[in-house]
């Protein structure tokens, strides 16, 4: 079952609503369902919330740290309480899906993703689980710092949080340990398919019958 859920971004009102802190949002939506509130916690460099869940004790988790060393906190909260990596679900923000794709997976390379790349250094083992909440990629790789740390058009940032809304339906599944189910029912969701403009109708007096394209 997942004991710790972390989801990564960046403190400061100034990141708040930015790319970079996509992981940030699922915890919060997550702590709405477990009617939890997060709380400043300095022995493990972040926000923190515990709740129990059939029986079970569950912890919520936002490093304070700023995304390069994410792992500070992960790996303090997960050393005192003995949770394994494969207890471990990090939800973060994945450039090479497109805004409103989310998937599951456990383990593989951190990407380049430098909260990752803590992570693993912290664990030790990169067999812990991630969330990958897509943000879209700008195109060229030298734009990708100021990619992540800028908001997200309205359509985008529609995309994504309705999807971290269909995630968070996964959580009971999560923590009961039932990784298949929740695999399947996270990764089948599909992004919204843009719906293609209407070409408005010639006039009948100008035009004879269109041909089909």
């Known amino acids: 079952m997942i004991k710790l859920f972390v989801g990564l ?35 493990y460099w ?4 515990r709740a129990n869940v059939q029986g ?19 790996g303090a909260l997960a050393r005192f309480f003995k949770i394994k990596p494969e207890e471990v679900l990090v939800v973060h923000d994945e450039l090479d899906f497109e805004p409103g794709q989310i998937k599951l997976k456990k383990g593989g390379s951190h990407g380049g ?10 664990l030790g083992s990169p067999e812990y689980w991630r969330l990958r909440v897509g943000i879209g990629h700008p195109g060229q790789k030298g734009e990708v710092s100021g990619w992540v740390l800028k908001k997200p058009p309205q359509d985008q940032w529609n995309a994504i ?26 990764n089948t969701n599909k992004p919204p398919r843009p719906k293609p ?15 089909e394209e």
């Open 9 to 43: 971004g960046n403190p400061g009102p100034e990141y708040e609503d930015t790319r970079h802190n996509a992981g940030f949002w699922w915890i919060d939506g997550l702590a709405r369902e477990l009617k939890v509130q997060l709380q400043p916690e300095r022995s």
């Open 46 to 49: 972040g926000l923190v919330a």
């Open 56 to 74: 079970n004790t569950v912890w919520l988790l936002q490093p304070q740290t700023f995304m390069n060393l994410s792992g500070k906190s992960v």
């Open 113 to 122: 993703h430098n909260g990752l790349r803590d992570i693993h250094a912290q």
């Open 161 to 186: 949080q309705e999807q971290i809304d269909r995630s968070l339906k996964a959580w009971p599944l999560l923590v009961a340990g039932d990784m298949d189910k929740a695999t399947v029912q996270i």
């Open 197 to 211: 403009a209407r070409k408005p109708a010639p006039p009948t007096e100008a035009y004879g019958p269109a041909n």
